[in-house]
């Protein structure tokens, strides 16, 4: 009866890590590439990237600068991503009134961004994200091969995040972005006075 009681034992503690296994993996502390979503006021991810103008963008060089607006789309020379990026390029200077500094984004190389912006005639730098590091801080890419979603995210002047867009409306994603900063920007002043 005894060795029944301790093998009974034995099987349920290893029961029980096994589960509490299973669910910290699940959750992302064991999984290297499970990542908790970013939401609205979480900070944003830091990056360092080169763009399409062979510079390189830092988020930290314009914390209690500029917002920053990083627009990632998933393929540059595809249809969507094509009439996204037109869209910045012949809204931008909806941008020039306001303290902002907006990039489009992808894990396509420099080279291809490069390529694609030169296509278009695109003057705003394009930022690319090759290795994914920074797609996959972002939640815009799930695994380390795969294409980033069509986010996009509004930092505010202290590097948390102000708006994250999931429902991209392509040709009109630049007004779209304009407009919400210039309501925030509104609403920030206007509780700040009250």
């Not at 999984?31 to 062979?54: I, M």
Request: hydrophobic share 40%.
């Amino acid at each position: 009866m005894m060795v029944i009681v301790k093998v009974m034992s034995t099987i349920s503690i290893a029961l029980v890590l096994f589960v509490t296994a299973g669910l910290a993996y699940a959750e992302g502390t064991g999984n290297p590439t499970a990542r908790n979503e970013l939401k609205v006021g979480d900070p944003a991810p830091d990056f360092e990237l080169k763009g399409s103008d062979d510079k390189t963008y830092r988020l930290a060089d314009f914390r209690g600068k500029q917002i920053v607006v990083i627009a990632w789309y998933p393929k540059a020379f595809t249809p969507g991503c094509t009439r996204e990026c037109k869209s910045f390029a012949a809204q931008g200077d909806l941008f020039k009134a306001l303290p902002v500094a907006f990039f489009t984004a992808s894990v396509d190389t420099l080279e291809d961004n490069r390529r694609f912006a030169e296509s278009l005639g695109i003057k705003y730098p394009i930022l690319s994200d090759p290795d994914r590091k920074t797609a996959m801080a972002y939640g815009v890419v799930d695994d380390p091969s795969g294409y980033a979603k069509r986010w996009t995210f509004i930092i505010g002047l202290d590097g948390k995040i102000l708006h994250i867009d999931k429902a991209v409306k392509v040709d009109s994603h630049a007004e779209d972005v304009a407009a919400w900063i210039r309501n925030w920007l509104k609403s920030s002043t206007s509780q700040s006075g009250s």
